[in-house]
Every structure is written in C-alpha cells, then in structure tokens.
C-alpha cells in the first residue's frame, strides 16, 4: 500500500477522451462532498455537470464559488443554481465572491480516505470543461493530509470571508446590470458592492461550549501506527503527544483528565487536533494530539491517590478510570483540586 501522504499528480488537457468533464464525472462518482470555485460559470458548462452534483448532494453537500469578474458568469446559470440550492436545501450551496478579480479554477472532489484536487486554466463552462486550450493539475491527496487539510483551507477561508449567499436579489441585480451593459464590453468593471449589496457584515466568531472530559491510555503505538501517523500528520513536528480515541470523540480545544496507566500517571491535557487516518492501524482510525495544561504537574497514581479520588467520589473503583466519560464542570474542577495536591 502507498504512503498514506503519498501524493499522485496528473494532467488534463482536454484532447481526445482526456476531457476535465469526463474526469469530473469519473472521479466525483461516489462523493458526498463537492467543493467548485471558479471565475465562470455558464448555462452549457453546468448542465454538463448538475446531475453529478446532484447526486453528490443527496449524499453529503456540495459548494460552488464562482465571481462576477468582467460580467461574464451567465445569470442563467445562477438562476438554476438558486433553484438547486432551495430544492436541496441548502446542500447544494451557492456563494459569490468579493473579489472582483476573483479568478479562480479549482474544483474539490472529496471521498472518505482520498480527495482529487483540480486546479489549472478551466472554467465551469463548455468550452473549459471540454474544449483543446486548456491544461489542469490533477491531484489525488489523502484526506487525513496536511497537504488536503491545507487546500482544502484556501477554499474554506475564501468562502467564510469572501463568499456572498447567492439570492434572488442578487441574481436580479446582476441579470439587470447585464442586459443594460449589453454587450458586455471587454474589461467592463462589474459593480460588484452595488449587486452584492455594500460591505460584508463581519462574521461573529463561533463560541464553542467547553467541553471536558476523562479518559486513559493503557499501552504503547505499534510501530506500524507510528508509521502512518508520522506519514499523515505534523503531530511530531510540532512537539504534540497523542493517543488512539477508537472514535471521533474528542474536538480542538477540549479539556481532559487523563490517567496514563501505561506510565502510572494522573494529568491535565488539551486536545490540539484529531484526525482519521485514511488506512486503519492496528491501534484503530481515529487519533487525538495534545499538550500537557500549563500550570498542572503530572501526579503519579500511588496507592494514596488512589484512594483520595475514591473518597472524593472521583472514581469507585480503579477499573473505572479505563472509561471514557464526558463530565460536567463541577465535576472536571474535583480532579484539578487532585492535581493540585502534591
């Protein structure tokens, strides 16, 4: 089996069978996420291509981000989307970029263990999907990645900070601005804070309830798990510990007690990233890095410790600290007084 972070690479130059909308299609059969940015879209390029987008929206979502640069995306395109997005219910989910130079052709399919990355000179349009001119990068990257988690990032930023919800109004506005342009000269600067509606509103930050949680680690990695996540992850590079969770438990920020029974340890960590490795280990798929809570020493688990978190109603008995268990706050804080007991 490849490398986990092994990353293959391939062209498209859209001549003979080798056409980007017969690899779209290929390759987005079976995806449940589909993410599309593009400078141009028109009504021929995305009915090539709505029924695989679709299909990938009956199992999971799909995002397309196109712009308003030089008035050449095709209002009737955008009006099939906005049918799309409100028949899907929002898992098919349109946005107009900000930008007004937003130039952009990439298109994100993703599966489970691998995501093939398109990124070159072809618009979602007829001519860019199928037409001699044209030259793309294929990339086929494993989803658990830093090279995909990076990608997959310059999209995600794009969209949350530049990404306008695509409405009726906004489609009105644009296909009105068109017509009275009409012919749109070459050039012609699209007055996008006009159609958009002025400036953004600044996103809220997402508040997450803290969460916080007791757990244990009982043995040692096989080499073979050392391996993949040496090879699918940055955990070693940036000094982070981790350990198998079996499930997709813990998130980024979380708080947990942890008894280190391999090495008879009591201690405070904070989860600094997770991730599922695209091949299971013999240690499972799922993973957690982290650190050590600044200000809480480690306490060894002697007899004495013991019995302090049973008679503080912490534990019953010592096989229950092999359990996983979310815990309220009141509850976290007793173990942090156990922690700050020498």
């Not at 219910?89 to 398109?118: C, M, N, P, Q």
């Not at 997450?208 to 007791?214: N, T």
């Not at 979310?326 to 007084?337: G, N, Q, V």
Request: aromatic share 10%; with cysteine.
């Amino acid at each position: 089996m490849s490398r986990p972070n092994s990353m293959k690479i391939g062209a498209i130059e859209n001549t003979g069978p080798n056409t980007l909308v017969a690899f779209l299609r290929n390759a987005g059969d079976g995806c449940a996420r589909i993410d599309i940015a593009v400078a141009f879209i028109t009504a021929a390029g995305l009915d090539s291509l709505l029924y695989l987008l679709k299909r990938a929206a009956s199992r999971g979502r799909v995002r397309v981000l196109t712009g308003l640069y030089q008035g050449f995306t095709d209002p009737k395109a955008l009006w099939t989307l906005l049918g799309e997005q409100e028949q899907t219910g929002g898992r098919i989910s349109v946005r107009l970029s900000r930008d007004g130079h937003f130039h952009w052709k990439a298109y994100l399919l993703v599966k489970e263990a691998t995501a093939k990355v398109v990124v070159g000179s072809s618009n979602l349009t007829d001519d860019g999907l199928q037409q001699s001119g044209e030259l793309n990068l294929v990339l086929s990257v494993p989803t658990a990645s830093k090279e995909f988690r990076d990608l997959q990032g310059v999209f995600d930023r794009h969209w949350d900070g530049l990404g306008e919800p695509l409405t009726a109004e906004i489609t009105s506005k644009y296909e009105r601005w068109r017509k009275e342009a009409d012919p749109v000269p070459p050039h012609r600067s699209v007055p996008i804070r006009k159609i958009l509606g002025g400036t953004p509103k600044k996103k809220q930050p997402v508040v997450q309830e803290a969460r916080y949680w007791r757990t244990c680690i009982t043995g040692y990695f096989a080499k073979e798990t050392e391996r993949v996540l040496k090879t699918a992850t940055n955990w070693d590079e940036r000094g982070l510990m981790y350990f198998s969770t079996w499930r997709p438990t813990f998130r980024v920020g979380d708080r947990v007690i942890l008894f280190d029974l391999s090495d008879n340890f009591l201690g405070l960590i904070e989860i600094k990233d997770t991730t599922r490795t695209p091949e299971r280990t013999p240690d499972g798929h799922h993973f957690a890095a982290y650190r050590q809570v600044k200000g809480f020493a480690r306490r060894r688990l002697v007899k004495n410790r013991w019995k302090a978190l049973k008679a503080a109603g912490l534990l019953r008995r010592k096989d229950d600290a092999y359990l996983t268990r979310k815990m309220a706050k009141e509850r976290f804080d007793l173990y942090l007084d156990q922690l700050k007991k020498s």
